[in-house]
């Protein structure tokens, strides 16, 4: 079994054996009632439960975002469009003047800037940019957030491991489990913020509902008294997981939160869920997709874009000051990606095209050196000339940013499959 | 009756012309482009050259208009910028607004300039002194959708008395330019799409404003509904108003030649009305303003962003991404 950690490297991060056996019993008592969600308050709790549990938040930014119009600015050049660059908290680093607040927060922060993909095709380039994979391996395989919910996944979890929301229909994707099997698959929430089907039925009083989960919980036990098997224990863990989905509805419920936190995120359906995102790693989901659709700027990229960036450096810097306030940004790794980049070249209609070619990707908070840059493009951004990027490079400095290594593999049988497709590796200069 | 439009000289740019001035009684025309300069073209010269104007701007320059003052520009820089025509140096540049201004125009008589711009104001200037005379607010910095808005569109009336502001989300203000007081607002609210469900996000705008020569009517051009917002896939659209009575007269909307209407341009007799804009695709097409039908129409070289018709009436100029063109309008009275 491959070594993993889960911390972050630093020796504050450390917990001894007992702290984290205390811990997961605390969390088991947790999952009796996700809905109360002050016990995450509790400083002592609170504290253990993050030291325990990293998360990471992937902002999918569908359709395809300019990397000119956001990480990887040409000013001045007949490819780099009409926005400026700006400074950043960190000297020498520029990014697009539609960031203002990521700028002030760019510490926080490492870009990557020379992802070549070579798959500028919708569905093609999703499909490599969800599983890092370039090269299908004759079988289905798991997606990103997938495997970090096989990762860092609790068996004893009483919320779901995997969330991904995707309300825009135009290239919707629900990603996908693959190999793994359908306990990693994402909880997928397209046209609702709060997941159907979790309710207990109206049929169903709340007294008469605790009755029988007591009821059941005592025959399971007397069941299992004395019986050492796998089955039965996975069998009650199912029972668990269920009442725990059941009773975590109010996490998918801005409402729950104060006025004033949800002011901060703004009233766009992408900021109220990025908040849903964050009232979900903190109880502790580790991986939760917030798609962004749609990017395809085929057509008015800057207008477009004037919006959508606009959007996204309100809503990542709430995200990333909100996570800090309560000691998560840490423990949490938010991404930027989408399928692709877009065009240098500006076409009639003002917009840019599919690109795949040069293209940019960020990583914020845990496991991170912000601030740091890696990649170069050339002077108008069409081609990558320092520190090419594929998908699996920069799948494998996730996982190693999140204390997996890059290097373990999962078995379908006797068939080895790594973790990061092969040939690929962290980008290790960007690594805390 | 219109009989002809014809490209009477073509030329090819190197970079994107984004706005088009003309200074009167000549085919000297004055262009901002994308690489952040203004060029001089004599059309009417044997061998037409670029005259590059002098360092100023440091973005797209969106906005160009001749004034008795000289030649104004704004760029997305935000600055407004004074050039004189014979050296073709800057004369005065003012931070003028804190976001991209979007147009530039100049009254008929020349003396009066009004700078629009994304923070929403419109900026009205003595073209001579470079005064400051009104700033104009009147439209929301937010849509309804909660992003950012923009104003595309400004036009003065034909007896430079009026100015009419046009911005993304459709809303329209007649504005007294003496005083800087609000007359009346038309709404036009079919120019902007905003995608709720598959895309989620808006495109279109007022694009180009213009009063007719009687001063009675405003067209109002842009874009019509627009099914995939990845493009400009939408019906050229103008939407004639009575703006006195705030009645919106006919909406005209084009499926031959798709896109938005950038340009509108009453000839002198408001005979016709010409338009021009367009998608990936460049259009010049031309209205006759009693029948409201289309009497001819031409494919431009790609998207064209800006437009200047002569006096007579019987020519326009436009400026394309990587093209300037001259256009001839003929018509019968004119071949009999």
Request: a negative charge; aromatic letters at 6%.
């Given at each position: 079994m491959t070594h993993r950690s889960y911390f972050c490297g630093s020796p504050d991060h450390g917990v001894s054996r007992r702290g984290f056996l205390g811990t997961a019993a605390a969390a088991s008592a947790f999952a009796a009632d996700m809905t109360h969600l002050d016990v995450l308050q509790t400083p002592l709790f609170a504290s253990e439960v993050k030291k325990q549990q990293k998360h990471v938040i992937l902002l999918w930014l569908a359709g395809g975002a300019s990397q000119l119009e956001t990480w990887d600015p040409k000013p001045g050049a007949p490819t780099g469009g009409p926005f400026r660059a700006i400074n950043t908290s960190v000297p020498g680093v520029a990014i697009s003047e539609l960031m203002p607040k990521l700028a002030a927060r760019m510490e926080h922060t490492a870009i990557v800037r020379s992802l070549n993909t070579r798959n500028a095709d919708h569905g093609g380039g999703a499909l490599m940019m969800e599983t890092g994979r370039a090269v299908d391996q004759g079988i289905p395989c798991p997606d990103l957030g997938a495997m970090i919910a096989h990762e860092l996944g609790r068996a004893d979890s009483p919320v779901p491991d995997y969330v991904s929301m995707y309300s825009s229909t135009e290239g919707r994707r629900k990603g996908g489990s693959g190999f793994l099997g359908s306990r990693y698959a994402p909880m997928f929430l397209a046209?609702?913020?709060?997941?159907?089907?979790?309710?207990?039925?109206?049929?169903?009083?709340?007294?008469?509902?605790?009755?029988?989960?007591?009821?059941?919980t005592f025959l399971a036990k007397r069941f299992a008294n004395g019986r050492m098997d796998n089955t039965v224990a996975s069998q009650n863990m199912a029972y668990e997981r269920v009442r725990g989905l059941m009773t975590s509805e109010k996490l998918f419920d801005v409402e729950q939160e104060p006025a004033e936190m949800r002011a901060k995120y703004g009233p766009t359906q992408f900021g109220e869920q990025c908040l849903i995102a964050r009232r979900l790693v903190e109880a502790g989901v580790p991986f939760v997709k917030v798609a962004r659709a749609w990017w395809d700027s085929h057509g008015q990229n800057f207008e477009t874009h004037l919006e959508l960036v606009t959007e996204l450096d309100h809503v990542m810097s709430t995200l990333i000051d909100d996570l800090k306030d309560r000691g998560l940004l840490e423990h949490t790794l938010i991404i930027t990606l989408g399928e692709f980049g877009r065009t240098p070249g500006i076409n009639a209609s003002l917009g840019r095209d599919h690109f795949a070619s040069a293209w940019s990707s960020s990583l914020s908070g845990c496991g991170i050196k912000g601030?740091?840059?890696?990649?170069?493009?050339?002077?108008?951004?069409?081609?990558?000339?320092?520190?090419?990027?594929?998908?699996?490079?920069?799948?494998?400095?996730?996982?190693?940013?999140?204390?997996?290594?890059?290097k373990r593999e999962f078995h379908i049988g006797a068939r080895p499959i790594p973790i990061t497709d092969f040939g690929c590796g962290p980008i290790k200069s960007i690594l805390a | 009756m219109l009989n002809q439009l014809k490209t009477a000289k073509d030329l090819g740019t190197p970079g994107i012309f984004l706005s088009l001035t003309r200074?009167?009684?000549t085919e000297r025309l004055i262009v901002g482009s994308s690489d952040a300069k203004l060029y001089e073209y004599d059309f009417a010269a044997e061998k037409t050259e670029a005259l590059a104007y002098g360092e100023g701007h440091a973005s797209y320059v969106t906005g160009v208009a001749w004034t008795t003052g000289g030649i104004v520009s704004g760029a997305y820089d935000g600055k407004v910028i004074w050039w004189d025509m014979t050296?073709?140096?800057?004369?005065?540049?003012?931070?003028?607004?804190?976001?991209?201004?979007?147009?530039?125009h100049a009254s008929p008589d020349g003396k009066i300039v009004v700078s629009i711009a994304d923070d929403m104001l419109?900026?009205?200037?003595?073209a001579e002194s470079g005064k400051l005379l009104h700033t104009l607010g009147g439209h929301e910095p937010i849509t309804p959708h909660h992003y950012p808005s923009m104003l595309y569109a400004a036009a003065f009336s034909p007896d430079g008395k009026l100015l009419a502001t046009g911005d993304k989300v459709g809303h329209i203000v007649i504005w007294n330019v003496d005083t800087g007081a609000k007359v009346t607002t038309v709404e036009s609210p079919g120019m902007y799409t905003w995608d709720p469900k598959q895309r989620r996000h808006s495109i279109g705008g007022i694009r180009s404003l213009a009063f007719s020569r009687d001063g009675k009517t405003l067209a109002v051009g842009g874009v019509g509904n627009i099914g995939n917002i990845d493009h400009l896939d939408g019906p050229a659209r103008v939407e004639l108003f009575d703006w006195q009575a705030a009645k919106s007269l006919k909406v005209l909307e084009d499926n031959k030649f798709k896109g938005l209407v950038e340009q509108l341009w009453f000839s002198p007799n408001d005979q016709w009305l010409v338009t021009s804009g367009g998608d990936n695709n460049g259009f010049v097409t031309i209205y006759d303003v009693a029948t409201q039908q289309i009497p001819h129409q031409e494919k431009g070289h790609q998207h064209i962003h800006a437009m200047v018709g002569s006096e007579s009436g019987n020519k326009i100029f436009t400026a394309h991404h990587g093209r300037l063109i001259a256009w001839s309008l003929t018509t019968d009275s004119a071949t009999a």
């Open positions: 046209e609702q913020t709060i997941p159907e089907n979790i309710r207990r039925l109206e049929a169903v009083s709340d007294i008469d509902h605790q009755q029988r989960q007591e009821l059941r601030g740091a840059v890696w990649g170069k493009t050339d002077e108008d951004g069409h081609k990558v000339i320092d520190g090419e990027v594929k998908a699996g490079d920069l799948f494998a400095t996730v996982f190693e940013a999140l204390g997996v290594d890059h | 200074i009167p009684l050296t073709r140096q800057a004369i005065r540049t003012v931070d003028a607004h804190a976001k991209w201004v979007r147009r530039v419109a900026k009205v200037w003595d």
